[in-house]
C-alpha cells in the first residue's frame, strides 16, 4: 500500500504560476513511475506528466513547454511546476504513482487538488 498526499491547487489567473507537490509514504523507487493526472468536469481523466523510476520524463503535448515535473527522491516527493496558466488548464490534479507486478499494473492515487484558473 502507498499514500500519497498531495497540495499547491489553488486559483490563479491566465497567465499564472501554481506549483503542486505530492509527498508519497514510501520510497519513490518503489515505483515504475510518478506523476501527475488532471481531469476536467465532463472529460475523462488524463496524463499531464510523469517521471520513471529511472528518471525519464514524460509530457502531454497540451503542456510541454509550461509545466515541469521534477522530484526529490531524498524526500518522496514530486512537483509539477505550471506556468502560463490557461483556462483549459483548469481541472482537479491528481498525484499518481503506478507498479506493475507480473504484468499487472497497480495504481495509487492521492485525493486530488483543484486548480482553477479564472480572471
Known amino acids: 500500500q502507498a499514500q500519497l498526499v498531495e497540495s499547491g491547487g489553488g486559483l490563479v489567473q491566465p497567465g499564472g504560476s501554481l506549483r503542486l507537490s505530492c509527498v508519497a509514504s514510501?520510497?519513490?523507487?518503489?515505483?515504475?513511475?510518478m506523476g501527475w493526472y488532471r481531469q476536467a468536469p465532463g472529460k475523462q481523466r488524463e496524463v499531464v506528466a510523469f517521471?520513471?523510476?529511472?528518471?525519464?520524463?514524460n509530457y502531454a503535448d497540451s503542456v510541454k513547454g509550461r509545466f515541469t515535473i521534477s522530484r526529490d527522491t531524498t524526500k518522496n516527493t514530486v512537483w509539477l511546476q505550471m506556468n502560463s496558466l490557461k483556462p483549459e488548464d483548469m481541472a482537479v490534479y491528481y498525484c499518481n504513482a503506478f507498479t506493475i507486478q507480473n504484468g499487472v499494473r497497480y495504481d495509487y492515487w492521492g485525493q486530488g487538488t483543484q486548480v482553477t484558473v479564472s480572471s
Open positions: 517521471v520513471t523510476m529511472g528518471g525519464s520524463i
Open positions: 514510501r520510497s519513490i523507487f518503489s515505483f515504475n513511475a
